[in-house]
């Protein structure tokens, strides 16, 4: 069952009511042991109504801090929203099973099924209508009353919520840690993680489609993660296969099946490529870049620089001469991993 507490000091009480609610016994206590009630029904219910005021006062600043949440992410041009549930389509689920009911980390809570238009990416209220009944499961929680478990879908390490989102608003809102949920397990070739923004669960969603339609986590198990920071350029990967694979018919004069050209493609080109990219450091020249963007970007320099010198450089020359041609000062540098962590941006790691 669920239980939400509270962080902050419990709501004063009425000096007549002090010493029936605080003595020592506890009232409710004596009332377990023995049977006699401690507290009179007008007293319970102005009790009630303590914990009524409190619990609207908390909700509307539950609201008021959606609201400067919401300006702050407007300035910075950043998403404030929860994640919809139906981005996990593009992810390809592969199957599902019962999770059963056990505790979850709040933090890890990322969107909805069908609220995600309610609620900010903090959880906190976004919209009038929900806050009736933000206040009573707020009340219920100060009264120590016990709730039913949520009901959620785990993708990865994430979740989305199916049933409970003003319970999860609620426990957030009071610092509360983990909350009892149901859980719905869907297994995905590319998990999304808690910081992902909907515009990279679809690029995720491409990567996955990559994956199915080049098999290349079978043909090269633990290859690199290969990963762009904008979308659409997973076709051109496929592209540089197909033409691998043209190439290697002509130079083996014989039909190179699709796995053989996957292989090929990965191991000569991209590994090759992402290998120069690490050892020269040249991604931490280009913030808010992955190894992916680079090697595009390199293998159209590298032919760039084929049609003007009459010959092939080869992947390091290419990088290297990309990287001095291409990356801004040390100031423009350091400005734009300023603005991008601004933005909430994660820098990746430079290898």
Do not use: C
């Not at 339609?213 to 296969?241: A, S």
């Not at 990219?277 to 760039?304: Q, S, T």
């Not at 991008?340 to 820098?347: A, D, E, P």
């Amino acid at each position: 069952m669920v239980v939400l507490y509270s962080r902050v000091a419990q709501p004063s009480i009425p000096s007549s009511l002090h010493h029936a609610v605080f003595t020592s016994p506890s009232p409710y206590i004596t009332q377990s042991l023995q049977g006699t009630p401690k507290l009179t029904s007008r007293e319970e219910g102005a009790v009630s109504q303590v914990y009524q005021r409190r619990a609207r006062r908390d909700a509307e600043k539950a609201r008021s801090k959606a609201f400067w949440h919401n300006v702050t992410h407007s300035l910075r041009g950043t998403p404030n929203e929860l994640l919809p549930f139906s981005a996990v389509r593009d992810l390809h689920p592969a199957s599902e099973r019962y999770g059963g009911v056990r505790p979850i980390p709040i933090q890890q809570i990322v969107g909805s099924v069908d609220r995600y238009r309610d609620f900010d990416h903090y959880f906190l209220p976004r919209v009038n209508h929900t806050m009736e009944r933000w206040a009573g499961i707020r009340q219920a929680g100060l009264e120590g009353k016990e709730l039913p478990p949520i009901s959620v879908y785990k993708v990865g390490e994430v979740y989305f919520v199916k049933d409970g989102h003003h319970r999860v608003s609620v426990a957030r809102n009071a610092g509360q840690r983990f909350i009892d949920a149901e859980i719905i397990e869907l297994s995905v070739t590319v998990p999304p993680d808690s910081a992902d923004t909907l515009k990279e669960i679809i690029i995720k969603g491409e990567y996955a489609d990559f994956l199915e339609k080049t098999q290349l986590n079978e043909v090269r198990p633990n290859h690199y993660e290969i990963l762009f920071t904008v979308t659409g350029r997973y076709d051109v990967l496929r592209d540089h296969i197909h033409t691998r694979q043209y190439y290697l018919g002509l130079k083996y004069q014989r039909e190179v099946p699709w796995e053989e050209a996957v292989g090929s493609w990965y191991d000569r080109l991209y590994k090759r490529v992402v290998d120069e990219i690490r050892e020269h450091r040249v991604l931490r020249r280009f913030p808010g870049r992955n190894e992916a963007d680079l090697y595009l970007w390199i293998m159209d320099h590298r032919y760039y620089l084929k049609e003007r010198y009459g010959r092939d450089v080869g992947s390091e020359e290419a990088a290297t001469d990309f990287a001095e041609r291409h990356a801004g000062t040390g100031a423009q540098r350091a400005w734009q991993r300023a603005l991008f962590r601004w933005r909430g941006g994660r820098l990746p790691n430079t290898k």
